[in-house]
Structure formats: C-alpha cells, structure tokens
C-alpha cells in the first residue's frame, strides 16, 4: 500500500480493512504513527533515560538539565525543525504525539535551554554551547560495499549482516575494556545499520578533541575508491586492540563467513582485489599462476576459498618472506575486508544530531530497537518488528482497561524491557551515586571553606 | 621579570636556567615600540614555518629539525636572558595580534603549540621532569606491581611503534585517556580500563596539552582585555601594529570574490577543464559523472566556486541540474539548497564561509564515497599519473610531480602541475586552489587577451 492510498481518508484504518478484522497492511504514514507514538513508544523512558538521574528527588538535582536538551523533528512533508526543547515528561510526549515527526534525533545537552539561545551570543563569556554529548558511533552496511557481493546499497541481508555484528563486537569490547566505559546502547538503525550511544558520565563530558582521539584510535580503515591501501599495518606487530580484535573476532569471521560466504577467492575478479593487497608482485604472480591453473578445488571436498586462502597465508607467514611489507600482509587483508567502517565525523563533534532509538524508519517501517551486544550474533534485522505488524499485534490484544505498557502485548515488550533492565536501570543507578557524591563532595568543601 | 623558570640547584647552589618559558604572565617590562613589531614579526616567521611544514606533511623528526633552525635563525641571540626577553615579549605580543577572531585564534594555537612541543623534546629529561612539575600534572609513576602485570602489552604497544621497551627502569605514568587525546589518537599507548599508560618519552604529550589548554584559555582573556579596553588605550600606538601585523601576513582569504573573476554558470565547464587545480577538477568532474557528492566534496567544491565568483543563484542552478538525474527539483530545494544558502551567508548564523586553503585541505581525509581531500596526498599513484595525463601534463613533468609527492611535498607537485600546464612558473608555489585558478585565468587571459 502506498502512503497515498493510506491517507485517503482512512483514519481508523486498525479496524477497517475487510476481510481481516486484525490485519493491518504494510506501510509507513501519519495515521500509523499516530497510534505508534500513542500507545507503544516508550516516552517516560526516554525521559528518563535523558535525564539521567536529574528527576528532582534529590537535592543535588540540576532541574534545568533535561530541559537544556535539543531534540529535533522531522515532520510529513521533509519539513525539519530544531532546537526542540521540553522541561517535562509530558511536554515531550504530547510533543510528539501532536506533531507526529516521521524522525526523532538528539542532539546535545546546552549551556542553556535552545528555546532562549538567541539572547545569548556565539563567543564570549555567556555563550550558548553543548556542554554534554552522549559518545556516538555510526556503523552503515552501505560502506562495506566493496566487500559484499550479496546486497549493495541500502539492503541488507542474513549474509552480510554479521559485518555489523562483528563490528558491535569489536568496538564495544574496546569501550569497555580499553576506554572503561559502561554504559553503552546499541541500536539498529532501521535499514542497514546500527548506532551506539555512550552513556557514561565521562563520556557525555568529552571535548571535541577526546571524541576526536577516540573515533582515530578506532579508524583502521581509510580511503576510499581513488585510494589504494586502505588498510595499513606497519610495525612489527600489532597494537593490543588490533592484536585483541583480531584475534578474537575478525580472524575466525572472516576465516569461517565471510570467506566462504561471499566467495572472495573463488572467480578471477574476486581474488584479484585480495593479490592486489600484497605488496610483493612475485608472491602475488605465484598465486595467480597456481589458481589460474586450478580452476576447481581439485582433489579437496573442501571450499576452493578456504583453500586458496591456506595457500595464500602459508606463502605469506613463511620464514622465507623478508620483505619488510609482507610480514603483516594477512592481517592487512582481513582487516581490509572486516575491521569496522565508523563514520568519523558522527563521533567528532558533541553538536552532532543522531537518530533516537525507537524511532521508526520511514524507508522499511522497521523499529529502532536496541540490540543486546552480548548476544548480537542472534540479531537479525529481518525479523525486527514494523510498524504495521506492531498496531496488528495490538488489534488482536483487543481492548483492555490498563492503558500502560501496551508494548508487552506486542513484540516491542522484548525490546523495551531489554532497554529497561540491561541499559536504564543501571545506568540511573549509576547517575543517582554520582548526583549524591558530587553533592556530597561540594558540601564538605562548602564545610572546609567555612571552616578557619 | 615574572619569567617562569625551570631550576636546577645543583650542589654548588648554580641556578641553572631553562630557557623553555611557560608565558604565565606578561613581562612588566618597557618595550621599545620597534621591538615590539620587530619582535613579533621574527616570530612569526618562525610561526609562519611551522605552518609551512605541517602542510607538506613533515614527519615529526623533520619538524624537529625545522624548528631549531628557524629558531636558530630568527629567535637567537647571544645572551641567555636576551633571548628569553624575546621569547617572551614576542609571545605576548602576538597574542594581542591572534586573540581576535576564532580562526585567528585556532591557528596560534596550533603553531605555538607545536612549537612548544617541539622545544620541550629538546631539553633533557631532568628539565621536562622539572617542567612537569611546574604543570601540576598529579599522575604518579606506576608502582613496579603494576608494571610487571602490564610489561607484556606494554612491549606490544613498544614494538607496534618500531621501538623497544626501554630497560628495567622505565618510568610509565598512569593517566587518564582523556589526558592523551593524541597519544590515544594515534594508538601509542596502552589503554585498559579508562588509563593511558604513558612511557616518560611521551611525557611530552601531557605537558604539551596542559599547555595547550592554557594557552589557550589565555587567547579568550587577552581577546576579552583587547575588546574592552587595550584596542581604545592604545588606538594611536600599539593598535596599529597590531592590525597590520595580522593582516599582511595571512594573505588574502579569497571569501569575497576578485573583481575580474566573476563566471556565470555557462562559463563552469571550459574554466574547469583549463584553471582549475586538480583537486576541484577531480570534484567536478565527479559530480557531472555520478550526479552526486558527500558533504565533504560539495563544501570544498561550492566554497571553491564561490571564491572563484559563481553567485549564488548560479550556484543553486548549477548544483540543482547537475543532481536532477538522482535527485527531484522538489527534494534538492529541501535537501541541498539551504546548504549552499548557508555556505554564501544567507542562512543561520549568516557566516561568509572562506573557501578552503591547501592546509585545510590537504589535512582531511576523505572517507569512503568521499572524493574531496587532496589528491596529491590521497591517491594512489596509478590514478594520480593517469589524472595529470589527462590533465595534459607531459610525461617528463608527471615524473617530476611524482617525485614531489612521493616526498609529501603535495603544495610544490601542485605547484609543478601548474607549470606543466600553463607554461609558465608559479614562483609563489600554490597555497591556496583559488589562487591557482587566479593565476591560471591571468596567464590565460595575458595569452589570449581574454578570459578562457
């Protein structure tokens, strides 16, 4: 169904259709957001969840600071609005639901509220400047596109999918354990990707140039068509991230996936991008030559992949090899083809607008739902509910007295209730110890200072 | 004098004086108004020669080198404490000159930051830790515990640099990451659990950003101090040389469009093919072909026919047509066209955005999908031969360009592309793609009587 057709003046299409009384047609418009951001989107967490810990019950609340956050909207007609602002919960829900935005992004928490930043100048002393940013990352399946043969463009598949799996892993493992952070969201972008949101207090207070030093620790992979090399790995051996993140995720992926899956080794056009990597021109020859011959895994049941790429490693990692280039070439390769793509300037700037999660995606009607990093190889973007399978799943709940967490009668529950207890919960806990230490901490100065 | 000075008592009570000032305050000193402007303009000349070499993309060993002989040359003088005078002086007083606008602003800080740097590497490891001292920089040295659990990474992080880890008692300071942005940045450190592992040799880089930071808050006060009563005081003395000394030296900005060089959109596609530098041809040229660019290439490209004198509704129009395969009249006014409004002053904040210089561009890297950034610098060597071909360049003058950017001098293989092109010398060398094509429309026009 097209979204004229939906519009024409069906406004309470959840019952009409004939035939099926529950049946609700694919689509994407106003008339199904409305119900969605009526019953199913999760406003009272998001307030909470942006408010960290500011809820006013404790004196050492800042009762300014959700009402210091720019939201912005996208609305029906490409119409776009900044600087949203609200100083509640109920300000931001009938926000919404009145003016029904096909997108939602964030942006930074403000020196002061957005509503009132005409009357403040651009430099000086009373400026009008983010003060706190989530950490963010942008993962896009769009980028790979020179590695997977499956999809290109916006689509996505089971197949190549696990690139953004294993990019979570990669990155997410480094946050944590390099970085030490802890709070940390990742969402499904609705089509072909996937954001992470850091939550982390310390993370929310980075400067430009620390978001920049993060998102440079994490660039492996640079250039683009008129570049060549784009991975490069000098040194005699790798870095303890590299070393982790290839060892314990990007080998095996590409070894038992991607490798097979996408057929990198098996037609002349494939391999040939792969020869092209190594930077000695005899190696190179010699595997051509060998594969030319061997059209076909000759004697081995085995995947012509799998044993083209064993052919290739033993020449590299040989104890004969001594050019200084080859000694890193493998690693190069893989990484190459599954060292996470990060779009740098989402991450650089605290000013950077980024899509809220449990927004729907107007191209694929698809919910941004949280993914679970610990469990992301079960993530599959195929099955994440739509918007129309949502308000179906309602229409068979029926009626019901208790108008509150509608999203447990469908298949958002899940969703919210992951949200809830793996990222909000403790991340409030969190906030709350940290409220109360630095209120606690400026008392005894206050204390100290008094005292003669 | 207030000099801030680094001690070394040593048994016979010699005070030892390290000539590595921190600019804590001004020097109540009596300046003779000639040496003030004198002063200052030596060391800009040292400034400007920073600038030069981070544009040619010295390594950080030739940078080194490159400021001990600008020092040498322009900042010495025979008597210790002469010479700290001047350091000192000509400091503040540029400060006066570059505390005025944001852009002005961000470049003494870069220069005078990687002065510093440089010259704090120089002193010997008893005056930097002294130095570090000075800093207040709280981090203490890793306990021996600590050190044998982390050998193991911290060796790996050694070896991935070319280096080894230093003998048994290597001093490691543990820091916050946040500290470190551009050890963290170019992975030179180990970081676990939210601290950087810092080896005493890059000491340099915590010193080197509390400096920064000063420095930097500095500017804002001397800006604030300028604008409210200096700039008055001194509006028949020091107030002139300071506004000279800004503008003679940073040349024109090529925001406001020369006289001469106004083109009308019909004009675009000859000028293209004969005055523009290949970076912008290389945009142009994609554009037509793939009737798209990225942020990135649209703002270089745009700002650069802006500068070149294509008025903004030409813009509009040319922009529009070339996207009309991919993108509908109706969506490039919502998407695109306040974007380019915005880059001619029209929207927003209402900023006249300057075309970009080869610094700038030069220190980008284009992203994948991106086609902006330097050529000379991003391309591999196959399709940077194949575009001079095209450009027409001969074969004899590619090799010579070759071998410039083989060096990482991109400005002076520009610079060669010219020649090769016109026919004639740029003795000036090429900083700046407007300038190019300035000086690309004068050789044509002396040729031909007109412009091409």
Redesign the interface.
Known sequence: MTKEEADNGRDDMVIDVPGQANAVPDGFNANYLRIYYGKLFPHADMFKWMSYGNDGKHPGCDKSYFGRREFSFTLEN?IYIRFQSFNSVTELENSIKEKCPFKIDIGPVYSVDPAKRHAYA????NVFTPVERELVFDIDIS?YDDVRYCCTGADVCLECWPLMTIAIKVIDTSLR?????NHILWVYSGRRGVHCWVCDG?ARR?TN??R???A??FHVY????????KISL??????????RSYTEVLKGFFEAKLLPNQNLLASEERYEKILEMIPDASVASELRRRWQENKRASMSKDDINIVRWEQLKSILQSGKQKMQGLRRCVEEIVFSYTYP?L???VSRHMNHLLKAPFCVHPKTGRVCVPIDPNNCDEFDPTTVPTLSQLLEELNRGGLRQDAENEWDRTSLGESVAFFRTSFLQPLLKSCKEEIENSYNAKLQQSKNDLSW | MEVFQSHRKSSSNNVIVSILPFYRSAPPLEVRLEDFEFFAMDRLRVLKGISDGLCRGKKPEEMEKLVVDLWKANMRHPQAVEEVNKDIISHFVLRLVYCRT?ELRKWFLSMETTLFRHRFRLESSEAQRALMSEFKLPYKAVSNAEFESVKD?LG??A????QNLAAADAIFYKVP??EV??L????RV??????AYVAMNQVVSLVVTQFRSYISKALILTN?KWTSTIREQEKDRLTPIVEALCTSYLGPDYSQPQEFGEISIKDIDQVAKTSFPLCMR?LFEKVKEDHHLK?GGRMQLGLFLKGVGLKLDDALAFWKAEFAPKVSAE?FD??YAYNIRHNYGREG?RTDYTPYSCQKIISV???????HGC?YR??????LRAALVRMGVSSRAVEDVMDKVHNRHYQLACTLTFEAVHGSSCDAGINHPNQYFIDSQRVLQSKNGSVA
């Open positions: 490409d651009q430099s000086g002393d980028d354990d390099d970085f030490g952070f310390k980075l140039e620390q920049a030093a993060i440079d620790y640079k250039g683009n068509e008129n570049s060549q090399k000098p040194g005699l051996v790798l870095h303890p991230f590299l070393a793509r779009d740098m300037e | 944001e990474k790996q992080v070896r991935s640099m070319g990451f946040e942005p551009d963290v940045s170019g992975r180990f970081i676990h659990k939210g601290h604030r290389h942020h969506r919502k998407e904040k890297t284009p992203g994948i999908g991106d086609h050529p991003h391309f591999s060597e196959e399709n």
